[in-house]
Every structure is written in C-alpha cells, then in structure tokens.
C-alpha cells in the first residue's frame, strides 16, 4: 500500500463552522493571539485562558466531521494513511481517522500546568462536562490546563510528524496557511518522489521547487477531486 500523509490546519474544518485563525473574521482577529494562545499568556491570566478554551469546547460539542473529514478517513481502504494536524478539534477521530498525529494538542484534553507533556498528567475531559476549573488539579498535584501546545512551548510530536512525511509517497496538505512553524517546514521532509498536493481556497506561500499541485477549493470539494486523481474508477 502507498503511504499518503495529510497535514491539515484549521480550514479543514472550517466547513463544519469553526471558525480559522487567520482568515477575516478569523478568531486572532477577536481574541489576541497572545492573550489566550501563548505560555506568557496563561501565567499572567490563567483564567482567562481557562475560560477561552471551555468555550471552545463547549462549541466543539455542537460541530460535525464534514465531507472532507470523512473522505481523508475513506482513503484507508486504499491508502496506508497518517493524518497530521495542526487542529486540536477531535473531528478526524470522529470521522473515523486512525492514524492522528495532533502537533498541537488536543481539545478534548487536559494536562499539569507544572509538566504538560507527561503522559501520565494528561487526562481526557468527560463529554458532558468538558469544563477546566481553576482548583481543579492534575496527577502531579498542580492546576489542570488545557493540552494545547501553545506560543512559546516545545512542539513534541514534530519529530514523529517529520518521520511520517519523509516515508510518504503523497502528501496532502489541506487548509493551513503555512504561517506557524515548525509545522510549516513538514513539507521540506518530503523525499525526492513524493507527490505533493494543497488544497486550499487561497493562495498559500509555498516553496515552488516543492512541485506542488494546487486543488483551490474547500475542503470537501477539494478532497473530492484528490479522491478523483488517486483512485480514478
Ligand atoms: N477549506 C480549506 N481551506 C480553507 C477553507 C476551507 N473551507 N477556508 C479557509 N481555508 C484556508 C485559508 O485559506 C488558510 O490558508 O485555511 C487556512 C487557515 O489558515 P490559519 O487560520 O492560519 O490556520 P492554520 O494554518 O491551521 O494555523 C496554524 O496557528 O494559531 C495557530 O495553533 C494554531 O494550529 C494553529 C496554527
């Protein structure tokens, strides 16, 4: 089986209303980036941060994988496939993904405040109730926090990531604006026969030696057509 590695961002789930960050409208555009998304942030108003991501996942809760969730998932039955993702919605899971990778952390979880990236800190949220308090503590004895990586903290799963992108022999990148690094440079992983495909409505900075082709749609639409070029039946 040919191995096919997504790197999703947050259009990938823009047609199931969340909202992206950078697009007009975008929530950096109502929420400052680094109030609410960066270490410095959460120790100067841990509440506020606190507060930010219940509401999300108060959202997350109302929201459904769309068609281009469910047509990555489908490649399986084809494709060896791993999905990275920058998004720390659950909607590839949901959709019924089984190889996620998430860079940035995940939504649904929680972890210490004090080492966020022992797993033996990191829980995941009941589904009814997916609410952090402030008082609520982790295994280690300090304040639960969201598992999110953010702005300013280590990326460990890069590693991992950068792995699966160099085995691949297609590449899917869908609806990130390759802004944030060092999810960004997966794509100088790739090895010499890797195909490379971007679906993406906009234009997105990209280096040309790369040979990427270019699907400007949605993602739903745009995975309909990938689906087209991979398995034409
Ligand atoms: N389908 C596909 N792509 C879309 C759609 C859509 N329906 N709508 C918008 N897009 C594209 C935009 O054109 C843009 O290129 O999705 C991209 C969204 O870019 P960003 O908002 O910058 O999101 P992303 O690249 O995922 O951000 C990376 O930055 O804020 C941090 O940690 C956060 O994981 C996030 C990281």
Not at 13 to 39: C, H, M, N, Q
Not at 86 to 109: F, P, T, W, Y
Not at 124 to 148: V, W, Y
Not at 159 to 167: F, G, I, N, S
Request: charged letters at 20%; glycine letters at 8%; a negative charge.
């Amino acid at each position: 089986m040919k191995k096919l590695v997504f790197l999703t961002g947050a259009g990938m789930s823009a047609e199931s209303g969340i909202s992206t960050f950078r697009d007009s409208g975008g929530l950096w555009e109502k929420y400052p980036v680094e109030a609410v998304a960066s270490i410095e942030g959460y120790n100067r108003n841990p509440e506020l941060v606190q507060n930010f991501y219940n509401m999300r996942r108060t959202e997350l809760k109302k929201v459904t994988p769309n068609e281009g969730h469910k047509l990555v998932a489908c490649l399986e039955k084809d494709y060896d496939v791993t999905v990275i993702t920058q998004n720390v919605d659950d909607l590839h899971e949901r959709a019924g993904s089984h190889h996620i990778i998430h860079l940035h952390g995940e939504l649904m979880k929680a972890t210490s405040s004090r080492h966020p990236n022992d797993p033996n800190c990191i829980i995941t949220l009941p589904e009814d109730n997916p609410i952090i308090h402030m008082g609520d503590k982790a295994k280690d004895g300090s304040q639960l926090r969201p598992f999110i990586v953010w702005f300013g903290e280590s990326v460990p799963m890069i590693e991992p990531a950068a792995k699966e992108v160099e085995k691949a022999d297609i590449l899917v990148v869908i609806g990130t604006s390759l802004n944030v690094y060092p999810a960004a440079g997966l794509l100088n992983f790739t090895n010499s026969h890797c195909k490379i495909y971007l679906i993406d409505p906009q234009n997105v900075p990209y280096n040309p030696n790369l040979g990427i082709l270019h699907i400007m749609k949605g993602a739903s639409e745009g995975m309909k057509e990938l689906c087209e070029i991979l398995n034409p039946r």
